[in-house]
């Protein structure tokens, strides 16, 4: 058996980069956590730790070490939460991961079937798509919406699948969009104001190009990454702005907006991520059923 006492002393040598600021964590003297580790080395048979500079650093058999012991102690630290919300059966507990770029209107409306869950806790965290698939591999996160599906990598044992993919309809204030109406759509985004989301985004990668092939030239006054925020600005009179279909449900709710045109070439998709252990949250789970079934 593994000894699990030797493995998370390595651990924090790693975390804090030298076995004096370990020992200074950990309460303990320099020589017992170098033995300690001395230790885990004979077990697993590899040197782990090598001199760099006034620390000390992973081999390549300590990098393997240490990815294992971080999804280990990151898992340990979340448990006695979990039991105790087990214990009581209060507490459903959702992390969802959000990728920029994605619409988070859109994310809301997929989230709907789940928001009214007795004692739902919801954790919504937004981040660049790499830190979010290495977070949801650490079981940090149930799952994790994006706007592309998960690379392939065996090492990282994720499942991919899309849930959305919708047409754009573009919505603004009333006065302008009423007075837009006189002109042809899309033609008139040439003259209106416009409000898109940042470059970083598939959908104004794939905005870019429709407006190239309509020959349009937008007059562009602002670019947001939340689309929750840019429909705010829209709904105070700033401009138009692009929304998915999925999420121009919640954009009807905002009092002042009016819908200006559709544009069904143009498509927003977002993908479900999820690891091993998202395949059998239950609300999870309920996510996808209700997007299939929609």
Same mark, same amino acid.
């Given at each position: 058996?593994?000894?699990?006492?030797?493995?998370?002393?390595?651990?924090?040598?790693?975390?804090?980069?030298?076995?004096?600021?370990?020992?200074?964590?950990?309460?303990?003297?320099?020589?017992?956590?170098?033995?300690?580790?001395?230790?885990?080395?004979?077990?697993?048979?590899?040197?782990?730790?090598?001199?760099?500079?006034?620390?000390?650093?992973?081999?390549?058999?300590?990098?393997?070490?240490?990815?294992?012991?971080?999804?280990?102690?990151?898992?340990?630290?979340?448990?006695?939460?979990?039991? =105790?919300? %087990?214990?009581?059966?209060?507490?459903?507990? /959702?992390? $969802?991961? #959000?990728?920029? @770029?994605? +619409?988070? &209107?859109?994310?809301?409306?997929?989230?709907?079937?789940?928001?009214?869950?007795?004692?739902?806790?919801?954790?919504?965290?937004?981040?660049?798509?790499?830190?979010?698939?290495?977070?949801?591999?650490?079981?940090?996160?149930?799952?994790?919406?994006?706007?592309?599906?998960?690379?392939?990598?065996?090492?990282?044992?994720?499942?991919?699948?899309?849930?959305?993919?919708?047409?754009?309809?573009?919505?603004?204030?009333?006065?302008?969009?009423?007075?837009?109406? =006189?002109? %042809?759509?899309?033609?008139?985004?040439?003259? /209106?104001? $416009?409000? #898109?989301?940042? @470059?970083? +985004?598939? &959908?104004?990668?794939?905005?870019?190009?429709?407006?190239?092939?309509?020959?349009?030239?937008?007059?562009?006054?602002?670019?947001?990454?939340?689309?929750?925020?840019?429909?705010?600005?829209?709904?105070?009179?700033?401009?138009?702005?692009?929304?998915?279909?999925?999420?121009?449900?919640?954009?009807?709710?905002?009092?002042?907006?009016?819908?200006?045109?559709?544009?069904?070439?143009?498509?927003?998709?977002?993908?479900?991520?999820?690891?091993?252990?998202?395949?059998?949250?239950?609300?999870?789970?309920?996510?996808?059923?209700?997007?299939?079934?929609?």
């Amino acid at each position: 058996m593994l000894n699990y006492r030797h493995l998370y002393y390595f651990w924090v040598v790693i975390k804090e980069g030298g076995f004096a600021r370990a020992a200074e964590r950990l309460d303990m003297a320099v020589q017992t956590i170098s033995a300690q580790v001395r230790e885990l080395e004979k077990q697993l048979g590899h040197q782990l730790l090598k001199p760099a500079g006034r620390g000390v650093a992973p081999t390549p058999a300590g990098q393997a070490a240490f990815a294992r012991a971080e999804e280990i102690f990151t898992l340990g630290q979340s448990l006695p939460d979990e039991v =105790r919300e %087990a214990a009581t059966g209060r507490v459903a507990q /959702l992390s $969802v991961g #959000l990728s920029d @770029g994605i +619409s988070k &209107l859109a994310a809301h409306a997929l989230l709907a079937p789940v928001l009214e869950t007795p004692d739902l806790r919801l954790v919504c965290h937004e981040g660049e798509f790499e830190q979010l698939l290495a977070e949801l591999a650490l079981h940090q996160l149930d799952i994790v919406l994006a706007g592309q599906p998960a690379p392939r990598n065996p090492n990282l044992r994720l499942t991919s699948e899309r849930l959305v993919d919708s047409g754009v309809h573009w919505y603004g204030p009333a006065k302008l969009v009423g007075k837009a109406q =006189r002109d %042809a759509f899309p033609q008139s985004l040439t003259d /209106l104001p $416009v409000l #898109l989301p940042t @470059g970083h +985004s598939a &959908l104004r990668i794939a905005l870019d190009h429709w407006f190239d092939t309509k020959g349009i030239r937008p007059r562009i006054v602002g670019e947001f990454e939340d689309s929750a925020l840019l429909a705010v600005f829209a709904a105070r009179g700033m401009g138009v702005f692009p929304v998915s279909q999925l999420g121009a449900g919640d954009v009807g709710q905002m009092r002042g907006l009016r819908l200006l045109g559709q544009c069904e070439d143009v498509r927003e998709e977002i993908h479900a991520i999820r690891s091993r252990r998202g395949l059998h949250h239950p609300l999870v789970k309920q996510i996808i059923a209700a997007s299939e079934q929609g």
